[in-house]
Every structure is written in C-alpha cells, then in structure tokens.
C-alpha cells in the first residue's frame, strides 16, 4: 500500500491551467500504473487520465484530450496532470489513484473501473470560475 498526497488545486478562471501532483514517500511507483479521477457532488467517480507503468503509453477521457497532460517523474515519485484551457465543467475534487498490480495488456473498460485501483489520495478540489 503506498500513501498518495495531491496538491496543486485552487481557483481558476475559465481558459487558465493549473498543474496537480501526486507523490508518495518511502515507496517507487515505477512500476505501478497511476491515474487521475475526478468526482462531483452526486456523481460516480470519473476517470480522466492514465500514466502506464511503462513509462510510455497514456489515455485520456474524450471530455479532456487535447487539455490534459498525464506525466510521472519516478525520479521523484510523483504523478502530474497539467490541465490547460480549463472548463467550467472541469470543476470537481481530483483524485490520485495508483494500481499496484496491473496488467501487461490494459483495456479501456479495465483502467476507468476506480474498483481496479488499490490506493487513493485525499483528493484537491479544483474550482473553474465562468
């Protein structure tokens, strides 16, 4: 089990960025892979973006790609998710999510499951004003 602890969340106007980070202490995500959810008052949890453990292959959500960038410094133990041209809809707490065991072969339906990740963060909330 590792630990996961966000910051980056706040208060941005419509068409601004804000970049999150997810880092853990003690342990190497290297070979985990790592996503980022984001959940509304109401709403199930919603994938946005996935780092595979490879360090080579990443997915998106349809509603951010071309927005959105996933990265990992595993020199640093840590997850980023620049978000670019922000929404207003893009407003929700954002979660960082990692999968200790996954598989070699992955499948869309397999790594937007929030079931199929072991260790979760707090979460930051991420605001968009119109």
């Known amino acids: 089990q590792v630990q996961l602890v966000e910051s980056g969340g706040g208060l941005v106007q419509a068409g601004g960025s804000l970049r999150l980070s997810c880092s853990t202490s003690?342990?190497?995500?290297?070979?985990?892979?790592m996503a980022w959810f984001r959940q509304t008052p109401g709403k199930e949890r919603e994938f946005v973006a996935l780092h595979r453990f490879d360090d080579v292959n990443t997915y998106y959500a349809d509603s951010v790609k071309g927005r959105f960038t996933i990265s990992r410094d595993n020199a640093k133990n840590t997850v980023y998710l620049q978000m670019n041209s922000l929404r207003p809809e893009d407003t929700a707490v954002y979660y960082c999510a990692a999968d200790s065991t996954p598989p070699i072969y992955t499948a869309r339906s397999y790594f937007t499951n929030p079931n199929q990740y072991n260790d979760w963060g707090q979460g930051t909330q991420v605001t968009v004003s119109a």
């Open positions: 003690g342990r190497t995500l290297r070979t985990y892979d």
